[in-house]
């Protein structure tokens, strides 16, 4: 049985860093990420890392944000940095055993956290 728990989270001024991570179980996951939605908006995909370290953000998070992943512990990491209110939103972890490119697309993610709230006051 998998399991994805995220980590982390919580309230921050603006220009704040934070950081939050994710423990996956069951399976050796090759691809995971993170994504986002906001209340009123759709969800969207922040960024990307597979066991190749090959990383994907969205541009709105590029020069910010840096996802990391330790294969070994199968845990991901994503270090936010200068945020601003609009990166309020409830972050997911997303996971999936298999290969390929991990593109910033949650159709391809079969496993998911239950979230995490991140809050960017102004």
């Known amino acids: 049985q998998v399991h994805v728990v995220e980590f982390g989270g919580g309230s921050v001024q603006a220009g704040g860093s934070l950081n939050i991570s994710c423990a996956a179980s069951?399976?050796?996951?090759?691809?995971m990420g993170w994504f986002r939605k906001a209340p009123g908006k759709e969800r969207e995909g922040v960024a990307t890392i597979g066991s190749d370290f090959v990383t994907r953000y969205a541009d709105s998070v590029k020069g910010r944000f840096t996802i990391s992943k330790d294969n070994a512990k199968n845990t991901l990491y994503l270090q936010m940095n200068n945020l601003r209110p609009d990166d309020t939103a409830t972050y997911y972890c997303?996971?999936?055993?298999?290969?390929?490119?991990?593109?910033?697309?949650?159709?391809?993610?079969?496993?998911w956290g239950q979230g995490t709230q991140v809050t960017v006051s102004s």
């Open positions: 997303a996971a999936r055993a298999w290969g390929g490119v991990c593109y910033l697309a949650a159709q391809q993610f079969n496993f």
């Open positions: 069951g399976y050796s996951m090759y691809c």
